[in-house]
């Protein structure tokens, strides 16, 4: 393998199957956020250089189009199986540089693999269609359509630092087992952990040209890379406000965004009460809510709330709250300012009467599980997605009331439905504008081959491995004119 190493801790970006130091001579520092020291730097790499890779992968993909899929195949599982071997390095990289517990992270890895290998197996078993044009009023069977999937060209993948190689590897396995090449451009914190997974795929013997991974700060090269003429497609995961420029930047190719949520867990009368604040628990505060899918809203009825409330104290309660060395659930959050906007939402909510039930304490930016009672509309807390460790609670007097604070949202991700009553439960989910709904459990992405998607503020098009692949590939139509 190409070392990637500079000094200790400065890394190299790649493009054209090489490692390389930027022409601009500079590095960006990355921080750990529990460390509270530098980790390494990487590089902040200048728009020729964005130019040479985006070229560099218009000549790879033409050659890549033409392989087999079997081909592909053999490469992406040369990947999987070298990111398992990598598994501690890789792992132990995700937890300092975003903070996460190790157990977390080494499960992102092995899930990571798993998700390279499903793809792999769906990609090969996934087939055009046929159609004959007399099932139209008066065409002719002569007429034969042959319906194909060919790839787009060339994807730029842009990922969060939540998770910095499961999130990246769902949008560029499928873009390379579809044929494509991929520019990769991951989180600026979260770009170490995006260079070891890349140093695994260089390891699978890729072609040259073919993935390049392009290391700067968003603010500085993302709308260059998002306006380039040379992009034909972007998979984006991101907050809502950077997903909602990038979809103005980025004319007439196709877009997949997945955004930000307010995910809210509904809870019924007839609910059992304690499993659900099982759920609402695991579901607000893994990974100190750092998760798209969070619930970060629970909307009560009323006559269950005190209840409730008592039995998602005692949960909290339970939490482990430090290090991610430790296998702390509630860690660090990823900056200062992070923490500096859920203390603004928490200071807004009790300013307006909202009730801590457990909480609202602050060590540098570690924010203790937050849980809010009488949580009312006119507070920021019931809207705005918070990344982090606060839970507010709304006291709601009817189902309905319930549904229309849930659809009040500007986001639309997932929304959880606790009841014991599946007509009930079938009643709501048949009104909420999310993209999934989950019966009496928490919300969550996957598993991974499910179908999983953001409406309104939460994002466009729909991801989930067949999905991915389909949203990387065009149909193409060719027709067979058939002597009568
Ligand atoms: P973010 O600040 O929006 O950053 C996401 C990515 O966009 C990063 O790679 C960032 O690079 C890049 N970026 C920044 N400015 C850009 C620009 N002008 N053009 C192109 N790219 C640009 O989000 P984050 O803080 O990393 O992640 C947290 C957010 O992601 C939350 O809102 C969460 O809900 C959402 N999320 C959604 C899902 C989902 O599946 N729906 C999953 C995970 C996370 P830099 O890091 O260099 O700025």
Not at 267 to 279: F, T
Not at 345 to 356: R, T, Y
Not at 362 to 383: F, K
Not at 427 to 456: A, C, M, W, Y
Request: hydrophobic fraction near 40%; charge should be negative; aromatic fraction near 6%.
């Amino acid at each position: 393998m190409a070392t990637n190493e500079v000094t200790l801790s400065t890394y190299k970006f790649y493009m054209n199957g090489e490692w390389k130091e930027s022409q601009s001579g500079q590095t960006i520092d990355i921080m750990s956020p529990y460390l509270y020291e530098t980790i390494g730097k990487v590089q902040a790499i200048t728009k020729e250089e964005v130019d040479d890779a985006i070229w560099s992968a218009h000549d790879a993909q033409k050659e890549w189009a033409k392989t087999s899929l079997q081909q592909r195949a053999s490469y992406l599982n040369k990947w999987a199986d070298e990111l398992v071997s990598r598994q501690e390095e890789i792992a132990d990289t995700i937890m300092r540089e975003v903070g996460k517990s190790y157990k977390d992270a080494n499960n992102e890895v092995l899930r990571t693999a798993d998700f390279i290998r499903y793809t792999i197996e769906e990609a090969l078993h996934m087939h055009g269609e046929s159609m004959r044009g007399d099932s139209f009023p008066g065409g002719s069977k002569s007429k034969v359509a042959i319906v194909e999937r060919i790839p787009i060209g060339v994807v730029l993948a842009i990922s969060p630092f939540n998770y910095p190689v499961n999130l990246a590897a769902a949008k560029i396995a499928p873009a390379l087992m579809a044929g494509n090449a991929v520019i990769f451009k991951p989180a600026t914190q979260g770009a170490i952990s995006g260079t070891k997974m890349i140093e695994a795929l260089d390891e699978a013997g890729l072609p040259k040209g073919l993935v390049a991974l392009v290391t700067g700060k968003g603010s500085v090269i993302g709308d260059y890379l998002v306006e380039h003429k040379g992009m034909n497609m972007i998979s984006f995961t991101g907050g809502t406000n950077t997903g909602v420029q990038l979809a103005k930047k980025a004319t007439m190719i196709p877009l997949v965004l997945e955004l930000g949520g307010k995910d809210p867990g509904i809870v019924c009368e007839d609910a059992d009460l304690k499993e659900a604040a099982k759920q609402i628990v695991s579901g607000a505060f893994s990974y100190s809510g750092q998760r798209c899918t969070a619930i970060k809203r629970v909307l009560v009825h009323e006559k269950v709330a005190d209840e409730l409330v008592g039995l998602v104290k005692e949960e909290v309660e339970k939490l482990t709250v430090g290090s991610p060395e430790e296998g702390s659930m509630i860690v660090p959050l990823i900056d200062n300012r992070s923490a500096d906007f859920i203390q603004i939402l928490i200071a807004d909510a009790l300013g307006k009467g909202a009730e801590v039930v457990i909480g609202n304490k602050r060590e540098h930016n570690l924010i203790y599980p937050t849980l809010l009672d009488h949580v009312t509309e006119d507070m920021r807390v019931a809207w705005e997605e918070p990344f982090g460790p606060v839970l507010p609670i709304i006291r709601v007097s009817s189902e309905d009331e319930a549904v229309q604070i849930a659809n009040a949202s500007e986001y639309g991700l997932q929304a959880s439905i606790f009841t014991k009553d599946v007509n009930r439960a079938f009643r709501i989910s048949g009104k909420l504008e999310v993209g999934s709904v989950q019966i009496n459990g928490r919300t969550e992405r996957g598993p991974d081959h499910f179908p999983f998607i953001g409406i309104k503020g939460s994002g466009m098009g729909v991801q989930g491995i067949r999905k991915s692949i389909e949203s990387m590939t065009r149909e193409k139509v060719t027709v067979l004119n058939l002597a009568e």
